[in-house]
């Protein structure tokens, strides 16, 4: 049985009770039954469950978690994935809100581990969160899988040999180099450049990255302005105003959840996607909800090959189809991201397994370190920080919302290789920018 316990603060529960008590009582309803002496192994969840992160991001993630752990316990997943279980236990999961600051994250983390007595940690969106808690996994020994927060500092800075944390999402260089790329291949001649993004971790390493990699590829390229307004701040008439002052060619902002809806909104309000190129590299999250609310021909990114850039496969067919029939709405990266995350655990364990006996800890870190598997996306290699880090394949395209179907969708669709937008191993990314991206494998 896929058993979700919730456990929140007075004020969490408040906001969110409702919609977390529809949850458990879905995820519950929805089970496969299971021996009662079966083995299980306990999956610590983290995600926005309330606040301005939640809808865009937290939810969609949730979401994907909830269906593929379910299908994972029935055996429902395609090849090579259609055993039942992990190694033959059932997946049991502790659900938990990532709204709050990092110090609660940090709490809540150890809380997971210590009194909740979870086997695996999988979550967390926010840089910031994943920055605290990064030296906290390695202090508590516990295998921790990041499944989005993109801050390249985590394995560069912060835990440089790790041994239980891993992260099978990209990082923020991923994006930012290959948003440089298909700008540049868009327009050749531009002249100047602008960004917009949140100032912390996330936003900064994005916009440095974004920044450095134009320069090597067109270094007489200009920085008009450079606007860092706080995370979560919802209103941007000051910057956008600094935008419209400068008009450069291109704007970049990696604003996520609804920060980046807040901003696609007044920006379009005032003309910002019409004085400008603008490059959203979280803006995939946003096809379905805003519709015709998001200008036409803005580029867009998903943190990689996520909902409309994924490639086609059966695993990916049939991760859309289950997801869209049960949630009346298409996955986004969030929802691709999380389910990945638990694939790549499932690969793990079972690479580790040897006969009935569930692997240790020790045996299943060993296991994931270097590990190449399949997702709904197409392949993810752990190729980074000594086999903890993902590289993968990303996209970008342009928007435009089909007004005769009343779907979104993509134009100008650019696919980058993993090894032409991520650094070698063992090389930091800003170094490996700043070396003209030497060893880049780009087509």
Sequence with gaps: MT??????SNQVFKQAGIILGLIAILALGAAPTMAADAPTIKVGLVTFLSGGAAGPFGIP???????????INAGKVPSPYNTKGVA???????????AGNAQKQVTEYRKLIQKQQVDVVIGYISSGHCKAIAPVAEELGKLTIFFDCGTPQIFEDIVTSPKYLFRTGGTATMDNVAAARYVLGSNADLKSI??????YAWGQDSWRDFAESMKQLKPDVNVATEQFPKIYAGQYGAEISALLSESPDVVHSSFWGGDMEAFTLQGSVRGVFKKSEVVLTCGETAMHRLGTQLPDGAII??????GNFAPDSELNSWFRKQYFDRY???PTYPAYKAAQALLGMKAAYEKAAKGDQLPTADEVVAALENLVFEGPAGTVKMALANGH???LDTAYGRYKYDKS???ATLTDIKRYKAECVNPPEGVKSIDWIHSGFKGAQCE
């Design 61 to 71: 993630a949730r979401n994907g978690a909830e269906f593929m752990i379910e299908a």
């Design 3 to 8: 058993r979700i316990r919730h456990r929140r």
């Design 301 to 306: 990114g998903g943190r990689g090959p996520f």
């Design 88 to 98: 033959g236990a059932q997946l049991e999961t502790v659900l938990i809100d990532e």
């Design 389 to 391: 880090q993902a590289i």
């Design 405 to 407: 179907t009343g779907q």
């Design 328 to 330: 009346n709405t298409w």
């Design 194 to 199: 602008a960004g917009i993004n949140q100032n």
